[in-house]
């Protein structure tokens, strides 16, 4: 597993811009780009669908890997310095500091507010139920967060009565289909592909994207030196680990059985862990669909079961599907779900701090399947099963 923490950019070149490239450096060294026009790409060390340049008095952003599709770059200009000039065309979206307001769609969002301290800035969401954090569902009770509700019309025209100074748009969701909409409203759309990131620092690297769009870009910095460190840190506690316990994953749903592919997000966390991920067969980086036979011939004798939805006891299980009853994993009480913190109004926190804090889902994994390892840690986002 690759744990390179500065990736070397290459050279990216911007439409619209006379480039003259300048490597400063050579080999591992070349850190950064100059580029005319006072251009200077800022290092990313995981994340490959966004890229950030430093201009005199703004940034620009590319966004490679918007939504699964190959597509156009998109590309955005943030204006720091209100005397900056500089071309303004070309772009698909400018957005000049300070904003006062912001509409978020997806929970992973949240988190990064939260970490850069302006939590305040939010005054939309869809689905509120669904945040976790507890100073987003301060604003939230004292009526400072609209609820978009979860109709896709609705949303759209709500957001352009809120007139937010930018709103980020997850492409897992339907809101891609608005852009032009929201364009002829004058509200920058921000495209979020963080999902699309497969190394779990990548998708913790996308706190940058919004610190740039926050004017807080070097807050962000730090937040996520942070993370790295502590997810580093982990890592090399499970260094010198030779037995590696057999991993089964995921439940069935209408006879179906969804497991991670081998190559996702969740498999690099497991493989990171020191575990054995029982299907590394199925390759892929999204969710793959088997049978229960296949399963149950692959995974009978798996020692650890995780990721079992959001049950709450072996014998919910066990009573919404017998079958489960048949794996070593089940009878020995070695089951798994990452259900433990909830908000109050039910939203899980797996979901909405998961993608940015990867080192505390790695520490869970390590404290489940080498528990000696880490003797004080406590599992934040897992909990194991009980029998009722």
């Known amino acids: 597993m690759q744990r390179q923490l500065i990736r070397?950019?290459?050279?990216?070149?911007?439409?619209?811009?006379?480039?003259?490239?300048?490597?400063?450096?050579i080999g591992c060294n070349r850190t950064q780009v100059q580029i005319k026009n006072e251009l200077t790409e800022l290092p990313l060390a995981f994340a490959?669908?966004?890229?950030?340049?430093?201009?005199?008095?703004?940034?620009?952003?590319?966004?490679?890997k918007a939504f699964?599709?190959?597509?156009?770059?998109?590309?955005?200009?943030?204006?720091?310095?209100?005397?900056?000039?500089?071309?303004?065309?070309?772009?698909?979206?400018?957005?000049?500091?300070?904003?006062d307001k912001v509409v978020l769609t997806s929970t992973t969002q949240i988190p990064h507010l939260d970490y850069l301290n302006c939590t305040d800035l939010l005054v939309g969401f869809p689905q509120l139920d669904l945040i976790s954090s507890d100073q987003a569902r301060k604003r939230i009770a004292s009526g400072q967060v609209k609820d978009l509700g979860s109709g896709a019309?609705?949303?759209?025209?709500?957001?352009?009565?809120?007139?937010?100074?930018?709103?980020?748009?997850?492409?897992?969701?339907?809101?891609l289909k608005y852009l032009d909409l929201l364009k002829k409203a004058d509200i920058p759309a921000i495209l979020n592909g963080e999902y699309l990131e497969q190394h779990p620092?990548?998708?913790?690297?996308?706190?940058?994207?919004?610190g740039t769009l926050t004017g807080r870009y070097e807050e962000a910095e730090v937040a996520f030196a942070e993370i790295v460190s502590a997810y580093e840190e982990a890592v090399q506690a499970v260094s010198d680990v030779h037995h590696q316990p057999t991993v089964m994953a995921g439940v069935m749903y209408k006879d179906i059985w969804y497991v991670p592919g081998s190559d996702s997000w969740g498999a690099r966390l497991l493989?990171?862990?020191?575990?054995?991920?029982?299907?590394?067969?199925?390759?892929?980086?999204?969710?793959?669909?088997?049978?229960?036979?296949?399963?149950?011939?692959?995974?009978?004798?798996?020692?650890?079961?995780?990721?079992?939805?959001?049950?709450?006891?072996?014998?919910?299980?066990?009573?919404?599907?017998?079958?489960?009853?048949h794996f070593k994993a089940f009878q020995h009480g070695n089951v798994y779900t990452y259900t433990l913190k909830k908000g109050p109004t039910g939203g899980i926190a797996y979901f909405e701090l998961g993608y940015l804090r990867p080192d505390l889902i790695l520490k869970d994994?390590?404290?489940?399947?080498?528990?000696?390892?880490?003797?004080?840690?406590?599992?934040?986002?897992?909990?194991?099963?009980?029998?009722q």
Do not use: C
Request: charged share 25%; aromatic share 12%.
């Open 48 to 64: 490959e669908g966004f890229g950030i340049f430093q201009g005199e008095g703004y940034k620009v952003v590319e966004l490679y």
């Open 68 to 99: 699964p599709n190959e597509h156009p770059t998109y590309r955005y200009l943030v204006l720091e310095d209100p005397g900056a000039t500089p071309d303004i065309n070309g772009f698909d979206a400018v957005i000049k500091l300070p904003v």
């Open 8 to 25: 070397v950019p290459t050279k990216k070149f911007l439409p619209g811009l006379s480039l003259l490239i300048l490597l400063i450096g």
């Open 201 to 210: 620092l990548g998708r913790a690297e996308w706190i940058k994207l919004t």
């Open 365 to 387: 994994l390590i404290k489940v399947l080498h528990p000696g390892l880490l003797p004080d840690y406590e599992l934040y986002f897992y909990q194991k099963l009980n029998d």
């Open 271 to 325: 493989e990171a862990a020191g575990g054995k991920y029982i299907f590394e067969a199925q390759k892929g980086t999204g969710s793959v669909q088997l049978n229960y036979e296949y399963v149950l011939d692959e995974a009978e004798d798996a020692e650890f079961w995780l990721g079992a939805s959001d049950y709450t006891s072996l014998a919910a299980m066990a009573k919404a599907d017998p079958r489960y009853k």
């Open 153 to 175: 019309q609705t949303n759209i025209e709500q957001v352009i009565d809120l007139a937010p100074d930018w709103m980020m748009i997850s492409t897992l969701g339907e809101d």
